[in-house]
């Protein structure tokens, strides 16, 4: 069960990465501040997969806090909403989800 978890987390992460990069590249180009935005996320893609802990996934549920408040600024806080952001900021949520069930079903370390 845990396992299948943990593929599914690494699924989430890197299916949002990819989308974040198509989103962005359609919207406009890719700038400095989208590699700035995105390190961290790449940074949680690499160490699920090397070192995946209980403290790590919950470190990972916090910055994928920090990712939702970001993005929710421009979900709710715009009159006209795009249908990328309400994805973006629903894949967000999963993660968050799924990184705080990882973290309290994990058996080792």
């Known amino acids: 069960m845990i396992l299948s978890n943990l593929k599914l987390f690494r699924f989430g992460m890197l299916f949002f990465?990819?989308?974040?990069l198509i989103k962005t590249s359609m919207i406009s180009q890719l700038s400095p501040l989208f590699w700035i935005w995105v390190t961290?996320?790449?940074?949680i893609e690499l160490?699920?997969?090397?070192?995946?802990?209980?403290?790590f996934f919950q470190s990972v549920g916090f910055v994928l806090l920090m990712y939702f408040m970001f993005d929710s600024l421009s979900v709710f806080g715009v009159p006209d909403?795009?249908?990328?952001?309400?994805i973006e900021v629903?894949?967000?949520?999963?993660l968050f989800v799924n990184s705080v069930f990882i973290a309290s079903t994990l058996k080792v370390k």
């Open 47 to 55: 160490i699920s997969w090397i070192y995946p802990s209980k403290k």
């Open 17 to 20: 990465i990819l989308f974040a």
């Open 40 to 43: 961290p996320l790449l940074v």
């Open 81 to 86: 909403v795009s249908v990328f952001e309400i």
């Open 90 to 94: 629903s894949m967000i949520v999963i």
